[in-house]
């Protein structure tokens, strides 16, 4: 093409075509992450509505600091 070597239509063309099949294929496999993202946030909320994530529920200001508080 245009009087260039197979091998340099290849590289110019080759590599922008990988590069677009990429990201088209990204797009594709993470249209759910959002959806994850807020069923995570959910999952955090209420468990954090329910008693922290301590074993003995949120942590208090005492607790953060070796009770030294």
Known sequence: M??????????????????VIYTLVFV??????KAEDV???QD????NASGGNGPNGPATSADE?????
């Open 2 to 19: 245009f009087g260039l070597p197979t091998a340099t239509v290849v590289v110019i063309f080759g590599i922008p075509a990988i590069w």
């Open 44 to 47: 955090l909320t209420s468990r």
């Open 39 to 41: 069923a995570e946030d």
């Open 28 to 33: 594709y496999l993470s249209r759910g992450w």
């Open 65 to 69: 600091n070796g009770g030294l508080a």
